[in-house]
């Protein structure tokens, strides 16, 4: 019989690993390979007609702001935030450019919901 510290204390530690996975998932975009972008192990392939613009995916979830959401035909750097979200600690980035190029496509609205790993921007190098 396990003694009710015991099980408070694995519920702690529990609780304290999923949110240094989310912590840690979210720094850390997911990596792309030969047009497709690898996210929870299976590939997400492009759009066709788009098949040389690199996906760009969200690393926060959350409700997307106007503020921050870039527009098609913007020119952007690596690091450049491409789409801020309302969180509960207030509005933060959740797409950057992987790479220099030229939004082709935004697949995101102010007000739409997104979570971590959904492709958010497509960016023409």
């Keep these: 019989m396990v003694s009710i510290k ?6 702690f530690v529990a ?8 912590v840690l998932g979210s720094a850390f975009p997911a990596a792309q ?12 392939a492009l759009a066709a007609g788009a098949a040389d ?15 921050g959401l870039v527009a098609v035909g913007t020119a ?7 789409v801020m979200v309302k ?14 190029g030229t939004v082709v496509e935004v697949l995101v609205v102010p007000g739409s919901e ?4 959904q492709v958010v921007v497509k960016i023409k190098p």
């Design 6 to 11: 015991r099980k408070s204390y694995i519920k």
């Design 114 to 117: 997104i979570s971590a790993g």
């Design 53 to 67: 613009a690199v996906a760009q995916v969200s690393s926060l979830n959350g409700t997307v702001v106007a503020d």
């Design 87 to 100: 969180t509960f600690a207030g509005n933060a980035p959740a797409a950057r450019a992987s790479i220099d």
């Design 33 to 44: 390979a030969n047009g497709k972008v690898w996210t929870t192990g299976a590939p997400v």
């Design 76 to 82: 952007v750097k690596e690091g450049q935030v491409l």
């Design 15 to 22: 609780i304290l690993m999923l949110a240094s996975l989310v």
